[in-house]
Nanobody, 124 residues
């Protein structure tokens, strides 16, 4: 069973940086694309970033492109999201997810249940 545990996050000021990470188990990690989604109360969960199994391909939502960087460590079964130049509108609970391919994950097709997520709050 796929298990994903997010960590990091916190409360910061606009313009600051935060790094969130996700530890995965129950899957052959390097075979799967990994991604980050985020959700604010009352809104649907939205795609943020995705990285291919070997890390050679990455894609970002337009709202975070140029500010966020997704990376993975296949030896440690972890995926991280470095978030720079944070804005108040980046405030959300951040979730990681695993999918069969980059395109599938970008479309929301993922494995397993959502983890608990990690809260990132940016104040102006």
């Amino acid at each position: 069973q796929v298990q994903l545990v997010e960590s990091g996050g916190g409360s910061v000021q606009a313009g600051d940086s935060v790094r969130v990470s996700c530890a995965a188990s129950g899957l052959t990690f390097s075979r799967y694309a990994m991604g980050w989604f985020r959700q604010v109360p009352g809104k649907e969960r939205e795609f943020v970033a995705v990285i291919s199994g070997r890390g050679g391909s990455t894609y970002y939502s337009d709202s975070v492109k140029g500010r966020f960087t997704i990376s993975r460590d296949n030896a440690k079964n972890t995926v991280s999201l470095q978030m720079n130049s944070l804005k108040p509108e980046d405030t959300a609970v951040y979730f990681c997810a695993a999918g069969s391919t980059v395109d599938a994950l970008r479309a929301g097709a993922r494995f397993g249940s959502w983890g608990q997520g990690t809260q990132v709050t940016i104040s102006s």
